[in-house]
């Protein structure tokens, strides 16, 4: 993200307490970042075999979207549907990338599509983790 | 949904055994019908303490309209991950469904908004309910 | 659509004069049947020489999908941009129609969606010519 | 953008004879900044006298992520389309930038939303004139 965007996360900090703004970042830019290597991928696997992942990859690249877009709508916050989104997009992004994984033989698109869901998927997952730490969760 | 898209329904169902095609397509025409009303109230709405309701509407119809395309792409079918993302979506629904019933009285938008938001709520509750129901699941 | 969303049609017709509310109605729901069709098609389309119609499928999803929210929403309404927007979809349904079409014979997917995409470049070419003899555009 | 998404730009440079590459990728992150810009000015701004620069900002943000998917689809890649597609977000963009130039001095997020924006709207024109320099398009 430019610039810009780390002064638009400093006003948005404002408006959403008690979030750690900076994993939630860390969690945007891994969405975006998803999103874009899913819809390379998607675009360059046609072939034998590569159905599935290419439909798994299109998946993922509308969830990772609508994820990062929810993160940046601070007023539409909620914690328990934000909880919900991300829990099906840390899945999303691993079953893509466990698919991606298995033609990354074939396919580098492919292979560097794994690494990118599955860095995705760990973002959600640390970003959960913190918004079950956080003091109104509990 | 047009006839032409009866007929693509026929053709998916030969691609995802024991599931139940009619509340499927049921859902699907919901998460449409969400996303244009979400995407129409949003505009519609703003003004005073329309702001969080404006921003749940934006989420709603991101959140619809991936759904209805996860369930338009069967080779990626996956069981667990459709339905945590049916989870979020309907909690997405019914969170904006609420919001929007909070303004009824001040937005004819918001009103009907709510209805449809409600209706896709319990179409996504409902196909939960016939996925837990299958062999493959219990 | 459903008869809810015929109520917004009314609201908003009021809110762009000179608008010919029917035929923006019919260019919706033709995109919307659209991003369904081409959705379906891009899925089912894994295999030999199907890979462009694939990438072309996804490009004219998402440019429905948009081209169909801008049209619901009436507050952002720009006639140069909406114009400039109906051109751009219409090219893409149109190339799209064309791919799908010469697959027609291997696949009924794009078989039925070479027809969607048709209708609906048709339905934003009556569009664009219902706007142009606006006596705002002329 | 990472490098991993760098590689992908790698690859797909093999795929697109003629195109300038280096001017693209920008164009791609000028559309994605776009995009996150746009959300979060469109989240932030409600109140008296911005429900249009809302509305714009929605739209802004479903074109350049539309504008940026089809980038990153080689396989569709067609000159024409491409440029009508750049030509409406272009324009998009200035609109959206120009109403956010209006509200600058009432709310930060539309002036750096407003710098995003008329950023996208040269990326997409100086693309275009790149490609209206290539051999095939004259």
Redesign the interface.
């Known amino acids: 993200?430019?610039n810009?965007?780390d002064?638009?996360m400093d006003?948005?900090s404002m408006t959403m307490p008690g979030m750690d703004m900076k994993m939630m970042q860390e969690c945007?830019e891994a969405c975006?970042?998803a999103e874009?290597?899913t819809?390379?991928c998607?675009?360059?696997s046609?072939?034998?075999n590569?159905?599935?992942m290419?439909?798994?990859c299109?998946?993922t690249?509308?969830?990772t979207?609508?994820m990062?877009?929810?993160m940046?709508?601070?007023?539409?916050h909620?914690m328990?549907?934000m909880m919900?989104?991300l829990?099906?997009t840390m899945?999303?992004c691993k079953?893509c990338a466990d698919e991606c994984t298995t033609m990354a033989d074939m396919s580098?698109?492919a292979k560097?599509c794994a690494?990118?869901c599955m860095n995705c998927a760990d973002a959600c997952e640390a970003l959960m983790g913190s918004m079950k730490a956080m003091p109104s969760m509990s």
Chains 1, 2, 3, 4 share one sequence.
Do not use: K, L
Request: overall charge negative; charged content about 15%; glycine content about 4%.
């Open positions: 993200m430019t810009v965007n002064q638009m006003m948005m945007m975006s970042a874009q290597a819809t390379m998607a675009d360059a046609s072939g034998d590569m159905g599935r290419m439909s798994m299109m998946n690249a509308d969830m979207n609508t990062m877009r929810m940046m709508r601070p007023m539409a909620d328990t549907t919900a989104m829990e099906a899945m999303m079953a580098d698109h560097m690494q990118v």
